[in-house]
């Protein structure tokens, strides 16, 4: 079982940036395809982006494209998502989650293992 540790949240104001950091214990987490999702108080969980075993092949959604990166480095087992431009409506608390397989998904359900979450608060 791959454990997870998100790190690089909080407070920016409205139009600033950071980097989230997610770390994973355990020698193969180049097998696992990663995934960054976030949940604003009574939201569902959101997709915002997910990343290839290899870091090959990455996926955003709609509402971050453009303005997120995600990268991976393997050799330090972390998983990293550069946010720019942040508004305050994407407060929320930000996961990574792996997926065991080639491939990563946009469904939460279909994710492994999660990280306890770094908060994320923008101010307007």
């Known amino acids: 079982q791959v454990q997870l540790v998100e790190s690089g949240g909080g407070l920016v104001p409205a139009g600033g940036s950071l980097r989230l950091s997610c770390t994973a214990s355990?020698?193969?987490?180049?097998?696992?395809?990663v995934g960054w999702f976030r949940q604003a108080p009574g939201n569902e969980r959101e997709f915002v982006s997910a990343?290839?075993?290899?870091?090959?092949?990455?996926d955003y959604a709609d509402n971050v494209k453009g303005r997120f990166t995600i990268s991976r480095d393997n050799a330090k087992n972390t998983v990293y998502l550069q946010m720019n431009s942040l508004t305050p409506e994407e407060t929320a608390v930000y996961y990574c989650?792996?997926?065991?397989?080639?491939?990563?998904?946009?469904?939460?359900?279909?994710?492994?293992?999660w990280g306890q979450g770094t908060r994320v608060t923008v101010s307007s």
């Open positions: 989650a792996v997926r065991a397989g080639w491939y990563y998904s946009r469904l939460a359900n279909e994710y492994n293992s």
């Open positions: 355990g020698r193969t987490f180049s097998t696992y395809a």
């Open positions: 990343i290839s075993r290899s870091g090959g092949t990455t």
